[in-house]
């Protein structure tokens, strides 16, 4: 079944009287259960994408169809309502709110919920804290965990309230390469567990650990192809285990 | 997001920058403060001459004969003795809404008993006065009707000619005084007034029938006064309307403006003295209240402040699901209960000083007050902090949801 549906996407920027075209009509879906990487050089329009299909941006011209519903043509209260109830969101510097417990921060697009009771904020707040293996943390604030930690806290704010597809861009650029793997190994095993993912990043070997690759350039599609999906964990095994200076 | 964890998120935020919110409310504190005294300190004023005018009588009315303008000609002193006996009588006649009439002459004099003496003025009047001017008797009896009738040499002191005549607390009652050379027996002491409204002590008064100070002091037949009390504090304009009507038929005057006396009430009096105190009150108040537009900007500044160092949470919450309202009511709210806050701070600072500044003055003597607690102001208080808060919390707010969250988060 597929979660995601676009089709001839567009996405234009005027700047002065230049026009910056961004996206330049793109078609793909996204089957639920798919961990797909997007991947391109600088400017290529990954971002771009990536908000569009995480209904912060809406595009120019074209159709995008998230689990059924034609996301053109929301209002801007409707799309805030779609990315609280449908969309996990993993940015590459972690946003999670200063001097706020990690309990709290997980809790936090609950908040915007208004079919959950604090109780039930609470527990399933509680839930993914145990799925990203923080439960020793959570009343730490942001300052004291490592980058790693952070980004697992924000994972667990993503899974809070079961989206259909996590978006994450870049979520392992500020990580050095152990603990990008580390988190990579997270994902695999939420995508094991049927999470639909869609990953914005710029190394192979990161993307390598995907099952699908979607390549842009210049706004274009130029491949869309399976990937031979590597093993995590066993990778952050195989890493040099002298890197202790 | 519901009102209690906004509450939460607002109040979160204030605590985490303390000397800062303090700073803010700065403003807020000291218009607030200031309102409160100012209202405060105004109606307790108002409340100490309410009570001082009615120990002297709020339904009391004053008649005194005027300077007459005749075509614009001065006609100099002889109307000054317009009021007589027969004006008396008519007026104890057509005037419903008086209570009771008492004629007023006063004349200095000397009051010596023993070795002893006390330069005062016996006040002239009818047995009247005493309720007109709520008088009342610690000892012995008021003259009569009777005692004017036959001008007696009686008088009623009060407690200051008592302790300057009487040191050694001999019971005055039965005594006799000399006023000047005129022998006159006590017959009754006034029960002490307490306060000197407005410097004049109410009790240095020695009571004397009318007649005897007109016939044996004076030598006049004619009235310096006439004083009066209505009904009911209500009936005062009627009183007065009575009186003048009598006075015009008695006296043949046809035209206003040619009115050989004055009526006045206290009233009247009461009534422009509370009107202007309210203006004065409310002149320092919307001084004061200077003082809360200034806090009200600096609240918006510092809202503006905080809106833009909290960019890349207000993206994210958006990113995460958050209405363009549910960020408009967080950073409002944060503003209101900043303001409020203040507000608080103010009032208890405004009752602190209202409290100090009454006392103070109370202890002066100079100012008839008493402290009052102004209910109204500090519920004024609460809603102008409220309205402070939206009003000044609205552009930085509506800024905050106004935000585009892709640029929003990636906000450096
Ligand atoms: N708000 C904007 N206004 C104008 N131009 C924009 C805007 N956002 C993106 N662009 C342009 O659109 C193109 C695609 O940008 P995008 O951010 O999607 O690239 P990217 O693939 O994410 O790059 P990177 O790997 O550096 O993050 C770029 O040329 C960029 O300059
Ligand atoms: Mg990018």
């Known amino acids: 079944m597929s979660i995601i549906e676009i089709n001839n996407l567009k996405r234009d920027f005027i700047v002065g009287d230049e026009t ?16 797909v990487s997007i991947m391109g050089t600088s ?25 059924g519903v034609n996301a053109a043509t929301l209002s801007r209260n409707e799309l805030a309502d779609i990315r609280n109830h449908k969309i996990g969101f993993v940015f590459q510097s972690y946003n999670l709110l200063p001097r706020t417990s990690v309990l709290e921060n997980v809790e936090l697009p609950l908040m915007y919920n208004k079919q959950y009771s604090a109780r039930q904020r609470r527990e399933h707040a509680m839930e ?6 923080l439960d020793q943390r959570i009343h730490h604030t942001s300052a004291q965990l490592s980058g790693g930690q952070q980004q697992r806290v924000a994972i667990a704010r993503a899974l809070v309230g079961d989206p259909v597809i996590i978006l994450a861009d870049e ?24 999470t639909t993912i869609a990953f914005v990043t710029h190394e192979p070997d990161i993307a390598s650990f995907t099952s699908r690759t979607i390549k842009l350039r210049d706004g274009h599609i130029i491949e869309d192809s399976p990937v031979q999906t590597q093993n995590a964990q066993a990778a952050l095994e195989a890493l040099p285990k002298n890197e202790d200076y | 997001m519901n009102l209690s964890n906004l509450l939460k998120i607002a109040l979160r935020a204030i605590l985490r920058n303390k000397t800062r919110a ?45 300077r007459q303008q005749r075509g614009g000609v001065d006609m100099g002193n002889s109307t000054s003795k317009s009021l007589d006996e027969k004006d008396l009588a008519a007026l104890k006649k057509s005037c419903p809404h008086v ?34 001017n709520n008088y009342s008797l610690e000892r012995g009896l008021m003259f009569t009707d009777q005692d ?56 240095d008064i020695a009571l004397v029938p009318y007649t005897t100070v007109q016939k044996r002091f004076l030598g006049i037949n004619y009235f310096q006064m006439l004083e009066a009390s209505a009904v009911s504090q209500e009936a005062s304009e009627a009183a007065a309307t009575e009186i003048t009507h009598t006075l015009r038929a008695t006296h043949g005057i046809g035209n206003p403006d040619d009115d050989d006396f ?151």
């Open chain 2, 262 to 412: 004055e009526v006045r009430t206290m009233d009247e009096l009461l009534t422009s003295m509370n009107s202007m105190m309210s203006m004065l009150t409310l002149l320092l108040t919307a001084i004061a209240s200077i003082s809360l537009i200034v806090g009200g900007i600096g609240i918006m500044n510092i809202m503006y402040v905080t809106v833009t160092e909290r960019t890349r949470e207000i993206g994210l919450r958006m990113a995460i699901g958050a209405r363009q309202r549910d960020i408009l009511l967080q950073f409002l709210l944060e503003s209101v209960v900043l303001s409020l806050i203040g507000g608080l701070i103010g009032i208890l600072l405004g009752i602190l000083l209202s409290y100090v500044l009454a006392t103070a003055i109370q202890s002066g003597g100079d100012m008839p007050i008493s402290f009052v607690l102004s209910y109204s102001a500090i519920g004024l208080s609460f809603v102008v902090c409220v309205a402070v808060g939206v009003f000044f919390g609205w552009y930085p707010a509506k800024k905050a949801a106004g935000l585009d969250p892709i640029q929003a988060i990636r906000y450096e």
């Open chain 2, 22 to 66: 303090l700073l803010t409310m700065l403003g807020i504190i000291i218009g607030i403060s200031a309102v409160i005294t100012m209202l405060s300190l105004g109606e307790g004023v108002k409340l100490g001459m309410t009570s001082e005018f009615s120990s002297m009588g709020t339904n009391s009315i004053m008649v005194m004969p005027a």
């Open chain 1, 43 to 67: 400017g290529s329009g990954k971002s771009t994408l990536l908000n569009i299909l995480g209904c912060l941006d809406t595009p120019t011209s074209g159709d995008y169809i998230i689990d």
């Open chain 2, 99 to 132: 209570a009771a009439f008492s004629p007023s002459v006063t004349s200095g004099a000397q009051m010596v008993y023993g070795s002893r003496n006390h330069s005062g003025s016996v006040q002239g009047c009818s047995p009247a006065y005493l309720s007109i």
């Open chain 2, 148 to 203: 004017v009738k036959v001008y007696s040499k009686v008088c009623v002191i009060g407690k200051t000619i008592v302790d300057e005549l009487f040191p050694d607390g001999t019971n005055p009652v039965g005594q006799t005084i000399r006023f000047g050379n005129i022998p006159m027996k006590v017959i009754g002491v006034l029960k002490e007034k307490g306060q000197g409204s407005f410097g004049n002590d109410a009790d």
């Open chain 1, 171 to 194: 979520a392992t650029g500020n990580l050095d390469t152990r603990t990008s793997y580390e988190i990579m190994a997270l994902f695999q095993e939420l995508h094991a567990s049927g």
């Open chain 1, 20 to 35: 910056v075209h961004a996206l330049r009509g793109i078609s793909f879906g996204i089957d639920a259960g798919e961990f």
């Open chain 1, 128 to 133: 993914v804290i145990h799925r990203v293996g």
